[in-house]
Each structure stands twice: as C-alpha cells, then as structure tokens.
C-alpha cells in the first residue's frame, strides 16, 4: 500500500492506508486537543482565528496562528519535496521517507513530555502540525490526490456529492467508481473517529497523555515494514515462478 503508485494502485491499496493514516490522524487530533486544546491536524479553524485577529487589527496576537498554518504548509511542502527529490531512486521506497520523520516527530515528543514540562506548547503543536502536512502531502501523492486522512471537510463534501450522484441515471455508468470512491470516504470517516476515540481513552483513562502519540507511530511503523516485508515476498515469490518457468522450458527444449 505504500509502494503502488498511479495505475497500478487499486482501491484496496486506497483503503489499507486509509485506515491506517486516518486512524493515526484521529489519535493525533485527539491527543493535540487535549494537551493544548489546539487543533494539530488541520488549519481550518486556526486560518479563521488568524483572520480574525488581523481583522482586529492584533497582528502579533495573530502570529502564532500563522505560525500554525505555515508549519501544515511546511511539512507538507517537505514531504513533497523528498518524493520528488529521491522518485528516481528505485531501490527506495520514496513514500517510507516521510512515514519514518512522521513517527519520529510523534515518537520524540511522545518521549520528551515524560521528562520535560512542556514550557512552549506552540512549539510542540507546530511540529504536530508539521508531522500532519508530511501525512497529508505523501498520501495525497501515492494516491492521486484520491485520499486524504487529516481533516473530514472536505470528506464530507466530496462524500455528500457522490452520494447524490447515484440518484441521476447519467451517473450510472460510473456508478462501480462512486460506490468505490462512496466506500473509501466512509472507512477513513469511521477510522479517524475509531483512532480520537481510542486516542482519547488512551489520553485520559489509562493516562497516557502524549505518550499516545507513540502509540500511533507504532502503527505507522508496523504496517510501513508489514507493508515492505510483504512486498519482499510477493516479489520473492514471483521470482521463484518465473525461474522455475524458465528451467522448465529449458528442459522441454
């Protein structure tokens, strides 16, 4: 799920890792808002707090909140930009590049709050935030742009729309594309809910706090080398056929 790129990625490879990132968003999202009470895995809300202090006139009051939309920006922008830089590269599994920075971010500062008090919680959400833009950036590039795991806006647009296409007959004879792309949008709705509710349990119940955060780069690492280890396999396994293919024909000559 994290190798196959354009034509030959299939709506499961869509689905595999849309669980997987959205469930990670969820616990992220949660985990952020109830350390800092900020949102950490978009910038919707604080665009709008951002607006609304210049618009009173508090540009430095306002600064933070671009702080928080330029660090999404950031990372996005960095994750981008490794994919690109190192796409020739085919022994290397450029999407791995950016899952890896992402659980390391979640993983140090999942560590560090144990013995560090959080004196500068901004500085933590913007590398929250940063971590998020290299999700959103290297998930919407594998797939096309066809998924997206940190905010459910514009799912919830996008899911509303096609819903309502399969009520007009001209739709019909896409109907087999919007039912996949109608199956997609709800798993990664129902999975980001499923990891803020585990997020949270996680947080308040069993009194992880940010130590969540580890547990969602957990996940992020064990389907990233499932993920490898299987690819290994298949392509092993290929090979195998193949060879034996050849050395038959061989003995049939």
């Not at 499961?12 to 800092?36: D, E, K, P």
């Not at 809910?193 to 580890?214: D, P, W």
Request: aromatic content about 16%; charged content about 15%.
């Amino acid at each position: 799920m994290f190798r196959h790129q354009g034509k030959s990625r299939t709506l499961q490879h869509n689905l595999r890792i849309a669980i997987i990132l959205s469930f990670v968003a969820g616990v992220v999202n949660v985990s952020g808002y109830l350390a800092f009470k900020q949102l950490t895995t978009n910038v919707t809300g604080h665009f709008a707090l951002f607006i609304d202090d210049v618009a009173r006139f508090q540009f430095w009051k306002g600064t933070i909140y671009f702080l928080y939309i330029f660090s999404f920006l950031l990372g996005s922008f960095f994750s981008s930009f490794l994919i690109e830089k190192y796409n020739e590269n085919k022994r290397l599994n450029v999407f791995a590049i950016p899952t890896i920075i992402e659980s390391f971010i979640l993983i140090t500062i999942g560590i560090l709050s144990n013995f560090v008090n959080i004196t500068y919680p901004n500085l933590v959400i913007c590398t929250l935030l940063f971590a998020m833009g290299l999700q959103n950036s290297f998930v919407t590039k594998i797939s096309n742009a066809v998924v997206r795991t940190t905010h459910l806006t514009g799912l919830f647009t996008d899911l509303g729309i096609d819903i309502s296409h399969l009520f007009f007959a001209k739709y019909k004879p896409q109907s087999k594309t919007i039912q996949s792309n109608i199956k997609l949008r709800i798993y990664i709705i129902l999975f980001f809910f499923a990891g803020g509710l585990l997020g949270g349990f996680l947080y308040s119940r069993v009194h992880l706090e940010l130590n969540t955060l580890i547990f969602g780069a957990f996940i992020l690492l064990i389907s990233l080398f499932y993920d490898d280890i299987r690819y290994k396999f298949i392509k092993g396994k290929r090979k195998y056929h193949q060879k034996n293919q050849y050395l038959n024909t061989k003995t049939t000559t």
